[in-house]
């Protein structure tokens, strides 16, 4: 199994003038196909983490390698290049462009990438969104959605570069109940099926349950990272 | 780059109500600069339209710059003259014939002689000193802004006979005579005779129409005793901004004094450069208000947008794009808004130029005025230019600050 992230020692210190530290020294490697959840009390410094390991933000100290880069030394262009391809985010808001059709949305990575032409670009959205159960919602405005759709749309601008790893920040956290579990079987899904590596930032406790690795973090510590056995499907 | 236009333009058109704000913004400073700019110059050049249309562009008379250098000055260098009485020359332009061929030559535009002299028009019992003309009537009209002012006869009324003659109509109110009127003119050589009002003019300028009487070049010669002198070349040129090198030219060849009308007005238009000073002041400080007004709206929206910023970022877009993302965005409301501004500004100097209002001169209120208003491309060019760079500014500062910001923290904000 190779490792996708590893973390050496990440601290994360907002300057201030009482300096804050959000994450504290942590430790923690990721490979593929894993499903893992951080908890903890809030302002335990999840979200940072989360926000560490997607490259949306740069450690104080420590070493950060994604993909067996070291990080540190990349610049903006190479980092966001970085982010392109390997991470897909979702948040706990759907983050949608509102001036967007829903699939304009997720070609938007599409198109940054310049892999693909504009074609293919809009097959591989569509067949995104179908398998997301949005098959009739492609042209729609986000705000002409339901909470739950447009955080599957969300997921689906996650995946459209098919990247190895997809980072989800509350991804359940603004949903009612039956939403929350759509979304999180989607997730669950992409695991199993799709061989992704989600990494979730969650406070409920049922969906950190269902997980294969809880990483618990108190005060930006990890203070237990436990594999479970996979649960039953 | 494409994309990023697209992005720009996605942003634009769906945010309508917004976008209209911004582009009026801009469309009214533009505008509005274009207006004053449009007035300012306007007003600049009819005053000088009318500076030079009722003056001659260039006038030469019989005076010379520095007294005459006697001869012999010219003869020994160790000649000197103290308290030397010149002889009285015969007075007026020498061989007016061959200075007038020699001019006619090469001055681009036309030209009339005259001979103007002193003189006093007598009529019941009244005596008030005039400027007495003495002019060939077809040269003089096309020299002349008063072949245009007349308000009885003409110019050419005066070859009707030799003893005709054209005052302003303040002179004529003056001394009660009217057309038809015989009056007599008294000249400094003490000659006296009968003249017939054949027309009457009104310039708006007092100090000619109660001041100036034009007769035959002939009759002036004779009330003169100056046969054949002319002491007065006009020049009207086709291009009145050459006046002065036609002057130099002319004072060169023929040694007489040649005062070309920037010359003349000397004093009206250093005041007219203060006056100039004052308007580029007030429609700078217009522009950069309308400048200030742009780059508050764009960057408004853009800092609206910084949630935007964030998503991209979290997209794989680099702090470059976002850049381009909004300089290209303020670019197009500042190109939508100047071109809107220009459509503002036509209109707005169209219903400046159809304001009218009178003059009252001299209690006759015969003048109707409009507004002047000069067009020039180099209003809107410079309205435009500046409304593009103050909104390209607007769009890259604000852009530049969000896309250095961390994403996470505007993510974070956004709850």
């Not at chain 1, 392109?84 to 759907?94: I, K, P, S, T």
């Not at chain 2, 030079?52 to 000649?79: G, K, N, S, Y």
């Not at chain 2, 002319?250 to 203060?274: F, H, I, M, R, T």
Request: net charge neutral; with cysteine.
């Amino acid at each position: 199994m190779s490792l996708l992230i590893e973390a050496d020692h990440l601290t994360r210190i907002l300057p201030a003038t009482v300096p804050v530290t959000l994450v504290r020294d942590v430790s923690l490697t990721v490979g593929e196909q894993e499903f893992i959840a951080i908890t903890g009390p809030s302002g335990s410094g999840k979200s940072s983490l989360l926000y560490l390991l997607g490259l949306l933000d740069r450690p104080t100290s420590g070493i950060l390698r994604v993909a067996g880069r070291d990080t540190s030394s990349l610049n903006d262009h190479a980092l966001a290049h970085l982010r392109l391809d390997m991470l897909g985010f979702v948040f706990q808001f759907h983050f949608l462009l509102p001036e967007f059709s829903v699939l304009e949305n997720v070609k938007l990575p599409m198109r940054k990438a310049g892999r693909l032409s504009s074609g293919e670009m809009r097959e591989r959205a569509a067949g995104l969104l179908e398998e997301l159960g949005l098959a009739g919602h492609l042209d729609k405005r986000p705000d002409q959605l339901s909470g739950g759709q447009r955080q599957r749309v969300a997921v689906a601008r996650a995946l459209a570069n098919d990247p190895h790893v997809v980072l989800a920040d509350e991804p359940t956290g603004s949903l009612d109940s039956k939403s929350s579990e759509q979304v999180f079987q989607i997730l669950r899904d992409l695991v199993r099926k799709r061989g992704k590596t989600v990494i979730a930032v969650t406070h409920e406790m049922d969906i950190a349950a269902r997980v294969d690795r809880r990483i618990h973090l108190v005060d930006g510590a990890v203070v237990s990272d436990d594999r479970v056995a996979p649960a039953a499907v | 780059m494409r994309l990023i236009f697209e992005l720009a333009l996605t942003h634009i058109a769906g945010r309508g109500r917004q976008t209209i704000v911004a582009i009026l913004g801009v469309a009214l400073g533009v505008g509005f600069s274009i207006a004053m700019a449009a007035l300012m110059q306007g007003t600049e050049k009819d005053f000088i339209a009318q500076l030079v249309d009722t003056m001659p562009h260039v006038q030469i008379t019989d005076e010379r710059r520095t007294a005459r250098r006697q001869p012999a000055e010219d003869l020994f260098a160790a000649t000197q003259f103290e308290g030397l009485r010149p002889k009285e020359d015969r007075r007026g332009i020498l061989n007016p014939a061959a200075a007038f061929a020699s001019l006619r030559s090469w001055v681009p535009g036309r030209m009339a002689q005259s001979l103007r002299t002193q003189g006093v028009v007598r009529y019941a019992g009244r005596d008030v000193g005039v400027s007495i003309i003495g002019i060939d009537p077809e040269t003089e009209a096309r020299v002349s802004s008063v072949a245009g002012d007349f308000v009885e006869g003409s110019f050419d009324a005066l070859r009707a006979g030799g003893n005709n003659i054209v005052v302003g109509d303040g002179l004529a109110r003056r001394i009660g005579a009217s057309t038809g009127t015989t009056i007599q003119v008294v000249a400094p050589t003490g000659q006296s005779r009968g003249f017939r009002i054949v027309g009457l003019f009104h310039t708006g300028n007092v100090a000619r129409d109660e001041g100036e009487a034009y007769v035959l070049l002939k009759s002036a010669q004779i009330l003169s005793e100056r046969p054949n002198a002319i002491n007065d070349i006009r020049l009207r040129l086709d291009d009145p901004e050459a006046a002065p090198r036609v002057a130099r030219q002319a004072e060169a060849e023929l040694g007489y004094k040649a005062v070309p009308w920037q010359e003349a007005n000397e004093s009206l238009l250093e005041a007219l450069v203060v006056r100039n000073v004052v308007m580029y002041t007030v429609v700078g400080a217009i522009l950069l208000v309308a400048g200030f007004g742009i780059f508050n709206i764009i960057s408004t929206i853009t800092h609206e947008k910084a949630r935007d910023i964030a998503i991209l970022k979290s997209l794989g877009f680099t702090q470059g794009n976002m850049r381009r993302l909004f300089l290209v965005e303020g670019l197009a409301l500042g190109l939508a808004g100047s071109l809107v501004g220009w459509l503002i500004g036509f209109l707005l100097c169209f219903a400046l130029s159809q304001v009218e209002f009178k003059v009252s001169g001299a209690g006759i209120g015969r003048e109707m005025t409009n507004l002047p208003l000069f067009w020039s491309p180099w209003h809107y060019a410079i309205a435009s230019a500046f409304a593009l760079i103050s909104s390209g500014v607007a769009g890259y500062l604000p852009a530049r600050q969000a896309a250095r910001l961390n994403p996470v923290d505007i993510i974070r904000g956004a709850t």
